[in-house]
Structure formats: structure tokens, C-alpha cells
């Protein structure tokens, strides 16, 4: 399965921005979908996250700013987010875990990660 992201980009503090991330393959279902982020010298972190239910998980630096969402319509998650900071400047990268369709006709467990997207916060 391959993630497509997008929506990053340059913005001053206190601006919004929303990334979506959209999966590909031959999906049989989708369970968790998250985004993570890496700033310069620091490691990956979770940023937000929504499970099948519609339950969802925020760092706490991002709780009331940040709204993570999904369309399983679409296959596709989302990231609102609004009351932008210079310290959120990082790449994006969105997770999806769930099922698709083996070579062997099976259901087989995928975990993949998207290319990353810039999201830079100017003071």
C-alpha cells in the first residue's frame, strides 16, 4: 500500500494548515492512521492518531490545536491544523496500518509511512 501526502508548506505563526494523506493498493481494511513528525536533530514523534472506532490520540503540545480526521470512504486521513508555532516546523510523515489483498488471495497486515511533507512555521 503506498501513502500519498500533501498540504505542507510555509505559514506564520498563528496561521492554518491541513494535510490529507491518501492510500493506495488493493485495501481490504484500514485500522490505525497517524501522523508523526521530526523536526531537525530530534526524533520521530506521534502527533495524532485515529483508530477504526473514530477514537483519537494527540500529543499533548498539539491537543485543542490540532484535529486529526479520516475518510475510509476515501481511504484518506487528515491533519487540521490551526494555531500554528515555530516549534511544529518539522516534516510530516502520515502511518497507516490495516489489511490488503497478498498475492496469495489472503489478507495480508500492512504498516506504511508517506514521503514526508514540510511544514515550516515562520515566527
Known amino acids: 500500500v503506498q501513502l500519498q501526502a500533501s498540504g505542507g508548506g510555509l505559514v506564520q505563526a498563528g496561521g492554518s494548515l491541513r494535510l490529507s494523506c491518501a492510500a493506495s493498493?488493493?485495501?481490504?481494511?484500514?485500522?490505525?492512521m497517524g501522523w508523526y513528525r521530526q523536526a531537525p536533530g530530534k526524533q520521530r514523534e506521534l502527533v495524532a492518531a485515529i483508530i477504526s472506532g473514530g477514537t483519537t490520540n494527540y500529543a499533548d503540545s498539539v491537543k485543542g490545536r490540532f484535529t486529526v480526521s479520516r475518510d475510509n470512504s476515501k481511504n484518506t486521513v487528515y491533519l487540521q491544523m490551526n494555531s500554528l508555532k515555530p516549534e511544529d516546523t518539522a516534516v510530516y510523515y502520515c502511518n497507516v496500518i490495516g489489511s490488503e489483498l497478498g498475492p496469495k488471495g489472503y489478507p495480508d497486515r500492512f504498516n506504511s509511512w508517506g514521503q514526508g511533507t514540510l511544514v515550516t512555521v515562520s515566527s
Open positions: 493498493g488493493i485495501i481490504v481494511n484500514i485500522n490505525d
